[in-house]
């Protein structure tokens, strides 16, 4: 166990969270954990490098605590405030057993102005109010939007302790985050700083200073929060923690808790949270908090080894059930779920199927072959990767404007043939890559009228978002582009069921909303992401076991760009492997992978191309080789056509079905 000497700032956090983590957390010898975030990673992912640098550049006459060494850095942070006015960065506050370091900390005479920068957006004119809800906060008291309390709770724990520390000093407290109403004025911003791993694994960042006609500080803007922070110290701020009191007292609670190595109540802390739990998790090595929770609280046996209710693919009612003691996805029945419609009939047939231990799926043949009777030939099928990058690439963009850098094509007629017919990628450092996107997608998709298809509503959005970029471009092509993929979009107007700007005569079909209309397999799980629907029609389509297992993909009888005489299925002993994705090259090591995948499900991200886009961040901001800038462009592509490839694969099995 790592020493635990101090209440840092992450830990804190995590003990807001759920104070029962605590005794697992900075454990890595004894228990499972699977989002031991690399700070490398996850300040890559969101732009964190970048936002900070430029932070930084706004105050030229800034000294950085460079030392990583806790009683140095206090020290050195102390020599400074002496001063009567300094500016610093990563500044380190203390008083036992609390500790932060605060991105910028700027002292003028006797005021003191923490700022903590994050690369998280706002849009709102009116400072402060895009934090509070009104709905839910009650008269004279605040409550905080959830997706805020992380960030400016952290923050008020800093403001806590550095108020501890220096009592004579007036502290305020202030979030310094990207404007998306505002619009870059440098070109190539993001490449003002490039990141550089050294040989022990640390990184540096590369920043090339500017001239003094630099002017692209206008993308951030600080939001002076003390207000709000004083509320949240008083313990006035109404969001629901497990813990209570005034902040004072929760932090005091929470470091007893965490030196002492205690074990917070279980019975006071279990809920719907627990689904997404770091320790949740089976290991022949490694123990599963989660386990020793529920074997605490309900006496579930090898709880991560179970399908618990709240797994129930969109469940709006776990709490309920929770509190009614269903805890297991069995205990489950028609009467827990909601309303009659769409949504309760598949999640019953999800209960059903996990009941009844049957591995049989459900089909629904007939809506499937009027589907299929509905289709034009030949079927087209796409996939996109994009990035939402930070910092804008060009000047004329706002922050976390999107860029599509990746696409596939693959084509099947109706004879059942099929073949990789396109793709595009860009991963020039510099490049805005959307527009030649656009012109290379048209190209691929404008020689015939057949039914397109996408997999998720992420296809349509990323040529929406990339529409009105053009619209307000001086490219010579818009008119022709934009007439051309409105006819195979839809843009809502409003929420209203049939209230469009524009639905084309030749929109895509979403394969998703097949899937969750005629198709249910219980290898699924609680899933619809293709990464566990193809695996599921592999081990259920023996016309798919017999075309693929032998390496017909990448010949003559069909086309494959990247893959030369390919066998996508495996025989092992009397089994078959099925799951192609785990056959490819990693674009990061397993470790990685996993860390990549829990950074991007707490920023809501679209988990599939979490990989893909912390790939193209490496191609962008770091310091690499050719050779290495070649290795993921080629596995990226590999990648992507396997993605259209699994969307023919379903196709193929539902026809097969059928017929």
């Known amino acids: 166990m790592k020493a635990r000497a101090y209440l840092t700032k992450s830990v804190f956090k995590i003990g807001l969270e759920c104070p029962r983590k605590l005794f697992y957390h900075n454990k890595p010898e004894e228990y499972l954990n699977d989002k031991t975030e690399d700070p490398f990673l996850a300040a890559l992912a969101r732009g964190g490098y970048q936002v900070g640098a430029l932070a930084t550049l706004k105050y030229p006459s800034g000294i950085e605590i460079k030392t990583h060494k806790h009683a140095d850095a206090i020290s050195e942070t102390a020599q400074n405030l002496k001063n009567a006015n300094s500016i610093l960065f990563e500044a380190a506050f203390s008083s036992d057993p609390l500790f932060v370091r605060s991105d910028i900390a700027i002292k003028a005479d006797n005021m003191l102005r923490i700022i903590e920068v994050k690369s998280k957006s706002t849009d ?104 709000l922070v004083d509320e949240i110290i008083d313990g006035k701020e109404t969001s629901e923690f497990h813990i209570s009191g005034n902040l004072t007292e929760r932090a005091s609670k929470l470091s007893e808790i965490y030196i002492k190595n205690q074990k917070f109540p279980i019975s006071q802390v279990t809920g719907t949270h627990c689904k997404k739990c770091e320790f949740r998790g089976s290991s022949d090595v490694l123990k599963s908090g989660f386990d020793e929770c529920w074997i605490e609280f309900a006496n579930i046996q090898a709880a991560s080894s179970k399908v618990m209710s709240f797994d129930l693919w969109n469940y709006k009612g776990s709490e309920k059930a929770l509190d009614n003691k269903k805890y297991l996805l069995s205990d489950l029945d028609e009467e827990d779920l909601g309303k009659p419609g769409p949504t309760s009939e598949r999640q019953l047939l999800q209960i059903e199927q996990h009941k009844s231990g049957s591995k049989i799926p459900f089909l629904d043949l007939r809506g499937l072959s009027a589907e299929i009777d509905s289709w034009k030939w030949p079927l087209h099928f796409i996939d996109f990767e994009t990035c939402t990058p930070a910092i804008p690439f060009m000047k004329g963009f706002s922050p976390y404007s999107e860029l599509a850098f990746q696409f596939s094509h693959h084509i099947m007629e109706k004879d059942g043939s099929v073949r990789h017919a396109g793709e595009f990628i860009d991963l020039q450092p510099g490049s805005f890559p959307t527009f030649n996107f656009l012109r290379a997608l048209h190209k691929e998709l404008s020689n015939d009228n057949g039914t397109i298809f996408r997999y998720s509503s992420h296809e349509n959005s990323v040529i929406n978002r990339a529409l009105f970029l053009l619209e307000k471009s001086d490219e010579s092509d818009k008119k022709e582009l934009t007439s051309f993929f409105k006819t195979i979009t839809n843009k809502k107007a409003s929420k209203k069921k049939d209230d469009y700007l524009w639905k084309g005569n030749r929109n895509m079909v979403d394969l998703l909303e097949l899937v969750k209309k005629h198709y249910l397999s219980p290898l699924m799980g609680s899933s619809n992401s293709l990464k566990y629907v193809l695996p599921a029609v592999l081990n259920e389509s023996s016309f798919l076991k017999q075309k693929y297992s032998v390496p017909v993909y990448g010949t003559e009888k069909m086309h494959s760009i990247n893959f030369k005489d390919h066998a996508w299925i495996k025989k092992v002993g009397n089994d078959f492997t099925s799951d192609p994705y785990k056959e490819l090259p990693p674009l990061f090591s397993p470790e990685d992978e996993v860390k990549i995948e829990s950074i991007f499900s707490e920023e809501n991200e679209i988990n599939n191309g979490g990989a893909a886009m912390m790939a193209y961040c490496y191609t962008q901001f770091t310091e690499m080789s050719d050779i290495e800038r070649e290795r993921i462009r080629s596995s990226l592509l590999k990648y992507c056509e396997l993605d259209t490839l699994a969307m023919v694969m379903l196709v193929e099995y539902w026809r097969d079905v059928i017929k």
């Not at 839910?136 to 008020?156: R, T, V």
């Not at 911003?189 to 990184?203: A, E, P, S, T, Y």
Request: aromatic share 10%; with cysteine.
């Open 124 to 227: 709102s004119d009116d400072d402060g109010d895009e934090f509070i809800s009104p709905k839910f906060s009650k008269p004279g008291l605040p409550k905080l939007y959830a997706k805020w309390i992380p960030y400016i709770y952290d923050l008020a724990f800093q403001v806590l302790v550095a108020r501890l520390n220096y009592p004579d000093l007036k502290v305020s407290a202030s979030l310094m985050l990207l404007d998306k109403s505002q619009i870059c004025t440098e070109d190539g911003l993001h490449q003002m700083f490039r990141i550089k791993k050294l040989d022990d694994g640390k990184q540096v960042v590369l920043t090339k200073k500017p001239d003094q006609n630099f002017k692209g500080f206008g993308i951030l803007k600080e939001i002076d929060l003390t207000a």
